[in-house]
């Protein structure tokens, strides 16, 4: 190789160094444009105008006032205030970056009470999907966290009762049955889901007292599960219903009439509209079926009351059956929150225009521990049911 090629080859190597060269420059000078540009324009309008928007559904769900609040987020603000203090001392809930605990509260009860996806809430709250999913969790398990103090202690009925509904059953503690949910589950657990109305449900027990307050919820089971068996699991569990001696619930004719749990007769007229029209009952045990109807009608408002409030209840949703069934539990601890601390709730009144279209202590005490018949409990209610229709019949002779 002579000189002169020695020097072309320098030359030509230099200009390809120069050309690499000259390309990370380029590649440099693009991506400060690009952080400029993000800075001035993206960042800017996250940072702020996302943040506006936000506040200003804070705003309108809190501060314009109760009817609008309960419209959006079923509770009046004073309630939404005392659960976002419940939450933030007892069910341990951080705010996590930026998100307050007000608007991961407000998150998690509109998509409760409006059943509304991941992507309405992301565009309504300038959320992304995974930050609405991780926060509606969070709040989820918040309040699963307050059953101890939001699930009611049963008061039994006293001798001094002045309820006609519930005033002939002394020492009832309330009411129990179970209600159908739909859900979705797997295409090869549908078949055990389907009720025997051919719907893909779950069966949660319901226990409430007099005033329409859970006092024990179990969700969870299939769909094609009888709500005897349901009851004999929730009675056997560790920390499941209890119902001390001497005791009772009122429970429908699918259950069986046993100590703890008051069944009516069957095959006898039972339901309440079967009593409208002057349909008077003719003997002791169409009477005590009407008093006992009156008297455990108030599970069936409970669950409808529950249905009208929380719209996710009404429809199956898409998270997972777990989370379903941890869904149908906070449902039912959110609406004894709201029934303890709202002085009206409307929700009631939409169900009332549906329809027309001495404390003891428990504790210390012998706990039933099975579901089975007995000759003394049928015998205690063909008692009870006698004195019930005496009472009524001399009250009818004093008034005529």
């Known amino acids: 190789m ?26 440099i000078n693009a991506y400060i444009k690009v952080q400029q540009y993000y800075e001035k324009h993206m960042l800017k309008n996250r940072t702020f105008v996302n943040n506006e928007t936000r506040l200003s559904i804070l705003d309108t769900y809190i501060r314009s006032g109760d009817i609008e609040c309960v419209n959006e987020l079923r509770m009046d603000r004073r309630t939404f205030g005392v659960l976002c203090e419940l939450l933030r001392h007892n069910g341990r809930l951080k705010v996590d970056g930026l998100v307050t605990i007000e608007e991961q509260v407000c998150i998690f009860l509109n998509i409760l009470a409006h059943h509304v996806k991941n992507r309405t809430i992301h565009h309504k709250f300038k959320r992304s999907g995974e930050t609405v ?22 008061e039994p009925v006293s001798e001094s009762c002045n309820d006609d509904r519930w005033k002939c059953f002394k020492n009832c503690l309330g009411a129990l049955d179970g209600t159908h949910i739909e859900v979705h589950v797997s295409q090869t657990d549908k078949p055990s889901y389907r009720n025997r109305k051919g719907k893909v449900t779950t069966n949660m027990l319901g226990v409430c007292d007099r005033n329409m307050n859970f006092i024990f919820v179990l969700p969870g089971w299939k769909g094609s599960a009888s709500d005897s068996r349901v009851l004999r699991d929730a009675i056997t569990r560790a920390h499941g219903l209890r119902v001390p001696e001497g005791y009772y619930y009122l429970v429908d004719a699918g259950y069986t009439n046993c100590e703890g749990f008051l069944a009516p007769y069957r ?60 869904i149908m539990t906070a449902c039912c601890l959110l609406h004894n929150l709201i029934r303890r601390e709202t002085s009206y709730d409307p929700m009631e009144a939409e169900l009332d225009a549906q329809d027309s279209s001495q404390n003891q202590t428990l504790d210390d005490v012998n706990i039933i521990p099975t579901i089975e018949s007995s000759d003394a409990w049928t015998t205690w209610r063909d008692a009870l049911a006698t004195n019930m229709f005496n009472e009524w019949r001399e009250s009818r002779g004093r008034r005529y």
């Open 2 to 27: 002579d000189e002169m090629d020695i020097v072309v080859f320098v030359l030509a190597r230099n200009l390809h160094f120069r050309r690499i060269i000259m390309g990370i420059l380029v590649l």
């Open 133 to 154: 999913s991780r926060y509606f969790n969070a709040v989820l398990s918040g309040v699963l966290r307050l059953q101890a103090s939001l699930l009611v202690v049963p």
């Open 267 to 326: 095959g006898t007229r039972y339901h309440l509209s079967e009593w409208q029209h002057g349909c008077a009952p003719t003997n002791e045990k169409e009477f005590f079926n009407m008093k006992h109807s009156s008297a455990r009608n108030i599970i069936e408002r409970c669950f409808g009351l529950l249905k009208i409030r929380w719209a996710i209840l009404r429809s199956p949703s898409f998270y997972p059956i777990k989370t379903q069934c941890r």
